[in-house]
């Protein structure tokens, strides 16, 4: 198993371009969640999906949007980048039901120039 | 406001003496607790955890006490490693569906041999 999986790893863009970042599990995961880390900020709570074709907001949605159109796959989309969309960006995914764990990607770092 | 803090950005311990790192939270609703390390460039990986009914898990060489009354938790590692060194992040689980995780800023741990 790949486990979670995120494309790409970089990216640069420049302010007003829009792009997608995927996240992709193989583990059949029912539950998948979009975070982003800043220094001193811990992990942040983009949006959130409880299944497939659902999604719902965290604590900082402005300016994302997401999609969960497969099980296995959710889509962080940016329709207008700005600077403060810098950051790095975590997807995570959890089984469901009762279990608390959740499970990590690699990352992909972003640069709103 | 940060529901979940760890107050110390970085901590220094030499190589085979105890590590403790702490985390406060504000919430008396959140039922389930987490430690995550993460290493640079790589994603947060699930370490230990600690539901709010008991005050004690113990896993190997880490350990993980929680005192409901102060609202605090701390990860003791016993003996630390060089290996250990990373950033640890505390986080939170509501109870209230979604098992939604609310983190701690992070604190940077340092295993000097």
């Known amino acids: 198993n790949a486990g979670v999986t995120q494309t790409p790893k970089f990216r640069v863009l420049k302010t007003g371009q829009s792009m997608t970042l995927l996240c992709a599990q193989d583990?059949?995961?029912?539950?998948m969640y979009w975070y982003r880390q800043d220094p001193g900020m811990g992990l942040r709570l983009i949006h959130y999906?409880?299944?497939?074709?659902?999604?719902a907001k965290g604590e900082v949605p402005d300016g994302y949007n997401v999609s969960r159109l497969k099980k296995q796959n959710f889509l962080l989309g940016l329709e207008s980048a700005a600077p403060s969309q810098t950051s790095v960006y975590f997807c995570?995914?959890?089984?469901?039901?009762?279990?608390?764990?959740?499970?990590f990607g690699p990352g992909t770092r972003l640069t709103v120039l | 406001d940060q529901q979940v803090k760890q107050n110390s950005p970085s901590l220094s311990v030499q190589e085979g003496r105890i590590s403790i790192l702490n985390c406060d939270y504000t919430?008396?609703?959140?039922?389930?607790f987490l430690w995550y390390k993460k290493y640079p460039a790589e994603g947060p990986t699930f370490l230990i955890s600690?539901?709010?009914?008991?005050d004690k898990n113990e896993d190997g060489r880490f350990t993980v006490f929680l005192n409901k009354s102060a609202k605090h938790l701390s990860l003791h590692i016993v003996p630390s490693q060089p290996g250990d060194s990373a950033v640890y992040f505390c986080?939170?689980?509501?109870?209230?569906?979604?098992?939604?995780?609310?983190f701690g800023q992070g604190t940077r741990l340092t295993i000097n041999p």
């Open positions: 986080a939170a689980e509501s109870g209230q569906g979604a098992q939604k995780l609310v």
């Open positions: 995570a995914s959890n089984p469901g039901l009762t279990y608390n764990e959740q499970f």
């Open positions: 999906s409880v299944g497939e074709g659902t999604t």
């Open positions: 583990m059949n995961h029912e539950y």
């Open positions: 600690i539901s709010s009914i008991k």
């Open positions: 919430n008396s609703m959140f039922d389930y």
